[in-house]
């Protein structure tokens, strides 16, 4: 279930702000037609902290609804509460989820034993798959190699890392010889930004929200081949447009998904900023020069422009 590309998906709304799950449908349909490997939803770039608990259920059921049994559900539930997360997991399994993600909370004085605790007590109340997010950008939380080793061997329940702690290559290097117990699948995000060197170190792929899973497809693709040098000159090519799409924010993102045809409106719920017109006039030039000629509606063919680009 934890392997290849799984896309975090962006949550679409409509100019006034409303949930759009018209355009939530076209995006699940259009990752069906990729063939990825899973999706993520409600994840830190889904805007899930804006949204309420009605419309968290929406979104899962539409997501059920449109996949079924097609590729694996990952549900973000991470809550400030350890008793909120034990909810918002229950209702995602309850729902028809295959997995949650799950990232500790900030507390004013850290302690590895209430951590460690978090994920033994939500393995209790569920039954599916736990995913760790190790993610300090957003959560202020650093987990050394230790302590995740540790909730590896003690929480069972727990089926994959995602690990964001940068350097992020290292840290996966160091997580795979300080966790013997058995193979667990180690899946990076951030954007895709250190792609190459996390595939290198032995990531297992991508659990991440780059607007163009293709090319996500196509690095892990060429690493399973041991093809490396595939793998730096795909990044090489998409490098800008994976930079400039991970500043901060979503609003990068989901502009990128109105231009492939599958929201309605790139609309950022407020505080957050949606996309300037600046910043849009930068992402023309930036897609012309990445993808020249090439309908961004359709799948992109990575490879294709890989070889005829040599």
Known sequence: MFRGVIPILATPFHDDESLDLESWRRLLEFMIQLDVNGVTILGVLGESNRL??????????????????KMPIIVGTSHSGTRATAALSRMAQDLGADAVMVTPAKEAVPNDDR???LYRRLSEEISIPIVLQDHPASTDVHMPVALIARILQQIPAI????????????????IRAGFT????????????????????AGSDGFNTGFAFPEVLQALVAAAQRD??????NIYARF?????????????????LFRRRGLFTSARVRHPGATISDVQSRLLNGLVA?????????????????????R
């Open 52 to 69: 309420t608990d009605e419309e968290r259920r929406a979104l899962i059921e539409t997501a059920v609804a449109t996949i079924g049994k």
């Open 115 to 117: 951590i460690i605790h």
């Open 159 to 174: 089926a994959c890392v995602k690990e964001e702690a940068v350097p992020t290559a290292p840290k996966i290097r160091q």
């Open 181 to 200: 117990d058995r193979r667990i699948p180690i899946l990076t995000g951030l954007g895709a930004l250190y792609a190459p060197f996390d595939l290198e």
């Open 227 to 232: 093809d490396w040098a595939g793998v730096h």
């Open 239 to 255: 490098a800008p447009l994976i930079v400039f799409e991970q500043q901060p924010g979503v609003a990068i993102r989901k502009e």
């Open 289 to 309: 020069r990445t993808l020249p000629g090439i309908d961004i509606s359709d799948p992109v063919p990575v490879e294709q422009l890989q070889e005829s680009h």
